[in-house]
């Protein structure tokens, strides 16, 4: 366990606020690159991405070490991200070079009158032009300047004017700075990649009101995504704001699953919940379990699991005020009844904190359902299927819902699987949620709150059409038809 007093840590927050001079000089810069980039070849992008890529791999030692200064995520899991970062790109430049952002699709000229006659209709994609992406600041790399939304983005032919995030600004102005020269390597446009900063409201809110600016991907907090959602509703021409908010995970464990399995199920959940400090996306916060004797016996192997968990420092003073507020919440509320034996204190790292309590409290009190976005889970037991759908609803939109012990056929578990495609983007069937893999079937995104775009993902290779608009053209002239999908 890292033994850095928390009370002490150099928690480095300072960031250099860009004027609206700079963010209008950053946003001009993207809007001059935006033709040439709009109108690139598969080659020209695909060769932008790579060399991206390996510029990160070729400087892992110095970032990753920037990194863990920052963040407190160590350097075996902040190596692991930068390989997925790395991984990533390749990805989009493997799903550019295949043909995903040109796809045409061509219905040919029918004679005759409608409704079976037609003109020849070609439908293809355009990007949507300059994007202003805010990094996270639980993924370092991965969610960052060169994140998914930056990588799909680039991928689709939009410039990108990254936001930096204020809890790691010396890595985002370290990988901002080599990927500037790596896109000059790669004869990409000097605009296509550009950086502002500032842990102010007033910097994201100029950003998002700018004139030219197309589309904003977001991944942070329900509050500040409605913020900036608010401020784009605004605008005399709303954008698309694609906001990966805030997701409770829920873990559905059935008692087949939890009769075959349990011992491991809840060392496997204990590992996942504490997992990066609990600072992901996909967090399991919530378990629903009948209320009977083999739920009593897991929940304790839970607990003790969840108790032998190290921890260390949380990336932010904010984000571990935050956590301990949650959980004093949570665990000072009547109904909860604590599970785990650890005690917060704010000389030491966060401790995991699992609670159990029944379904009317869970139903009647919201705040039992808020995210607490740390290693904090909520145990809830259900008396019947009828009350575990209705626990399902009351949690809402989340970016995964997690159901063990699905294998039978039967009405019960149709329900369950039913409620849970009905509030998830992504539903699981063994294992735990945190791990996002980037192909091209991954879907991250899901009901509010847990994203405001349901129907796009922010993870995986679909990603890039978030960032491309459909136009179709009817009867084009043979020199644009032959273009086969590449933008003018």
């Known amino acids: 366990m890292h033994k850095q007093n928390a009370m002490t840590q150099n928690y480095s927050m300072t960031l250099q606020e860009s004027t609206p001079a700079q963010i209008d000089a950053a946003v001009r810069s993207a809007v001059e690159a935006n033709d040439q980039w709009a109108s690139s070849s598969a080659a020209e992008r695909s060769a932008l991405l790579r060399e991206l890529a390996s510029a990160l791999e070729a400087d892992r030692e110095r970032l990753v070490a920037i990194a863990n200064e920052e963040s407190f995520l160590g350097a075996a899991r902040l190596n692991g991200e930068l390989d997925r970062t790395a991984f990533q790109l390749r990805s989009f430049a493997d799903a550019v070079d295949n043909g995903e952002a040109f796809a045409v699709i061509d219905d040919a000229a029918v004679p005759g009158g409608p409704p079976a006659g037609h003109p020849r209709l070609m439908r293809v994609n355009v990007p949507l032009g300059p994007v202003a992406m805010f990094s996270a600041s639980n993924f370092p790399f991965a969610f960052s300047v060169l994140g998914g939304d930056t990588a799909s983005a680039l991928a689709a032919g939009c410039p990108v004017v990254v936001k930096a995030h204020p809890a790691h600004p010396r890595l985002s102005n370290a990988v901002f700075d080599m990927a500037k020269v790596a896109a000059q390597r790669a004869g990409a446009p000097a605009g296509v990649l550009l950086m502002v900063s500032g842990a102010s409201r007033e910097v994201g809110v100029y950003l998002v009101r700018h004139q030219d600016i197309a589309a904003v991907a977001f991944t942070g907090s329900v509050i500040g995504g409605m913020a900036l959602q608010k401020e784009i509703n605004a605008r005399p021409k709303p954008i698309p704001f694609y906001g990966e908010l805030g997701s409770t995970n829920p873990i559905i464990a059935l008692p087949a699953a939890l009769e075959k399995q349990?011992?491991?199920?809840?060392?496997?959940?204990?590992?996942?919940?504490?997992?990066?400090?609990?600072?992901?996306?996909?967090?399991?916060?919530?378990?629903?379990?009948?209320?009977?004797?083999?739920?009593?016996?897991?929940?304790?192997?839970?607990?003790?699991?969840?108790?032998?968990?190290?921890?260390?420092?949380?990336?932010?003073?904010?984000?571990?005020?935050?956590?301990?507020?949650?959980?004093?919440?949570?665990?000072?509320?009547?109904?909860?009844?604590?599970?785990?034996?650890?005690?917060?204190?704010?000389?030491?790292?966060?401790?995991?904190?699992?609670?159990?309590?029944?379904?009317?409290?869970?139903?009647?009190?919201?705040?039992?359902?808020?995210?607490?976005?740390?290693?904090?889970?909520?145990?809830?037991?259900?008396?019947?299927?009828?009350?575990?759908?209705?626990?399902?609803?009351?949690?809402?939109?989340?970016?995964?819902?997690?159901?063990?012990?699905?294998?039978?056929?039967?009405?019960?578990?149709?329900?369950?699987?039913?409620?849970?495609?009905?509030?998830?983007?992504?539903?699981?069937?063994?294992?735990?949620?945190?791990?996002?893999?980037?192909?091209?079937?991954?879907?991250?995104?899901?009901?509010?709150?847990?994203?405001?775009?349901?129907?796009?993902?922010?993870?995986?290779?679909?990603?890039?059409?978030?960032?491309?608009?459909?136009?179709?053209?009817?009867?084009?002239?043979?020199?644009?038809?032959?273009?086969?999908?590449?933008?003018?």
């Open 262 to 488: 349990g011992a491991e199920l809840a060392k496997n959940l204990a590992a996942s919940i504490a997992q990066g400090c609990g600072q992901f996306c996909t967090s399991p916060g919530i378990l629903i379990a009948y209320d009977d004797a083999v739920t009593n016996a897991f929940v304790n192997q839970l607990a003790a699991a969840m108790d032998s968990q190290n921890t260390h420092a949380m990336l932010s003073p904010g984000i571990r005020k935050a956590f301990d507020d949650g959980v004093a919440r949570l665990n000072r509320h009547a109904a909860s009844k604590r599970m785990t034996t650890g005690e917060q204190n704010a000389d030491r790292h966060p401790v995991p904190n699992l609670v159990s309590l029944d379904t009317e409290a869970f139903l009647r009190d919201p705040e039992l359902r808020d995210e607490i976005f740390g290693p904090s889970c909520v145990v809830v037991r259900v008396k019947s299927t009828a009350q575990l759908l209705q626990v399902l609803s009351a949690v809402g939109g989340s970016l995964t819902v997690t159901v063990w012990g699905a294998d039978k056929n039967d009405a019960d578990t149709q329900s369950i699987v039913r409620a849970a495609i009905r509030i998830a983007g992504r539903v699981l069937f063994s294992g735990v949620p945190t791990g996002v893999a980037v192909t091209r079937a991954q879907h991250h995104g899901g009901p509010f709150p847990s994203s405001t775009q349901p129907q796009t993902t922010s993870v995986g290779l679909m990603a890039m059409h978030r960032f491309l608009r459909p136009v179709a053209l009817q009867e084009p002239p043979a020199w644009l038809a032959d273009r086969s999908g590449v933008p003018l």
